[in-house]
C-alpha cells in the first residue's frame, strides 16, 4: 500500500515586501472589491508610501531628532513577513524632537530588504525602493502606558523610517545587524543580542 506523507516544509525568509501589495492586485485596487475597502483607493495615507520630493515643504522650526545613545537586549523574530527587533526586559529607547511633539519609547523595530540590492524596502522615494528599510516604532510615553493602549489613541504611536544603500564603508553595528538575521533563516525563528539603535542611523545634522 502506497501512502502519503505529509511533510512540512520551512520556508526560508528571502523576500521581506508584501505579496501582493503592487501591480494589478495593489491597495488602489481593493476598494473597487468591497465598498467597505474603498479608502484603499481613495485615501492617500496608508501603506505602502511613496514620498514625492515634488510635493515636500520645507520646514524651518524641524529640530534635531534625539535617539538614546546606549545599547539594549533585543529579540530578534523571523515573522515571515519581515524581521522584528523587539526590545526585551524593560528596555527602554526614546525618540524625540523633529516633527515629533511627545516624546515616544521604541518598542520595535522592523527591518525590510528583498531577495537583491535593487529592491528590498517597503516604502520608496520618487518611486525608487532602497535595498534595506529600518522601521523604528515608538509609543507616546507621555500619554500611554504601553503601545497596545496607544496603538488606537490620538499621538499615540510614531514611526521613523531609515534607508539604507548598499555600498563599500564599514558600519561594525550594520554588520551585528545581519550576522544576527543570518542566523534566523526561518519563519518563526529567534535570536537575542545586544545592539546600538542610534548607530543605525545616519549621520546627519538631524540625527
Known sequence: MNRKRNVMRKEPLKDTRSRGLRGSVGPEYWGLLNSDWRLCNRGRYQSPINIDPHNLVFDPLLTQIFIDNKEVWVCIVNTG???TFRLENGESITMLG?????????YQIKVHFGSNYAKGSEHSIAEKYFPVEFQFLGYNENLYVNA???ASAPHGLAG????AQI????SPE?????DQ???IPYKG????TSIDLKALLPKTPFS
Open 189 to 192: 525563528n529567534t535570536t537575542m
Open 181 to 183: 538575521i543570518r542566523l
Open 160 to 163: 521613523l523610517t531609515v534607508f
Open 98 to 106: 523633529g516633527p515629533f511633539a511627545y516624546t515616544y519609547r521604541i
Open 81 to 83: 513577513h519581515d524581521v
Open 167 to 170: 555600498d563599500n564603508s564599514s
Open 148 to 150: 497596545s493602549v496607544a
Open 174 to 178: 550594520m554588520e551585528n545587524v545581519f
